[in-house]
């Protein structure tokens, strides 16, 4: 059996939005849709229902990565949307569920902290470069563990849709892009 976090390994098989939903729990599923839906301030549609789910799948797969790649991922910029990072904010109020969920759902089982930064703070500490190169270290993690991104992921992680809207990468190709080197942990920073 090969080390499961080598991200250069065969994917294994992806884990998909059912199996990400099944780690919230249905009740606490249906609480964050009902919440984020009505946030809106607009009668519900179904296509407002479903562009919400889409959202917390996206934050899910955002802590799914945080968890399971610990010592690659931990302290770097939210590479989600502002809208991604409130739908953590409400889970880590929950307290109980989220604590359950940290520990012992996802996979890495420790408790994942949120702090909020500023991008501008952020990017003046580690500089430009660095900052893309964290940016990107993201991409092949998630394409490992839930397949390529589609054109429903690109509202959500803002470096995909930077790379397929502002420089014309076609989505294949961004999944194709290699794993970058790891830095060291420190915790996750959400936008602030």
Not at 27 to 34: I, T, W
Not at 102 to 110: K, M, N, Q
Request: with cysteine; glycine share 6%; net charge negative.
């Amino acid at each position: 059996m090969g080390n499961q976090n080598d991200p250069h390994e065969a994917p294994a098989a992806t884990v998909a939005g059912e199996d990400l939903r099944e780690l919230l729990g249905h009740d606490l599923h249906g609480e964050v849709v009902a919440y984020f839906v009505k946030e809106t301030g607009e009668e519900e549609t179904g296509e407002e229902r479903a562009y919400v789910e889409r959202q917390i799948t996206e934050c899910l797969r955002y802590l799914y990565l945080v968890s399971k790649y610990r010592e690659r991922l931990s302290g770097l910029f939210l590479p989600v949307e502002q809208a991604i990072d409130e739908i953590w904010h409400y889970l880590i109020l929950q307290t109980r569920e989220y604590v359950a969920l940290c520990e012992e759902r996802l996979p890495g089982r420790y408790f994942i902290h949120h702090r909020s930064i500023a991008y501008e703070d952020y990017q003046a500490e580690p500089g430009r470069e660095q900052v893309a190169e964290e940016a990107l270290r993201w991409i092949p993690l998630h394409c490992r563990e839930f397949g390529p991104f589609d054109e429903g992921a690109l509202p959500h992680w803002t470096i995909v849709r930077y790379l397929h809207q502002h420089l014309g990468m076609p989505l294949d190709e961004i999944a194709a892009l290699e794993p970058m080197a790891p830095s060291a942990p420190a915790e996750p920073m959400g936008a602030a």
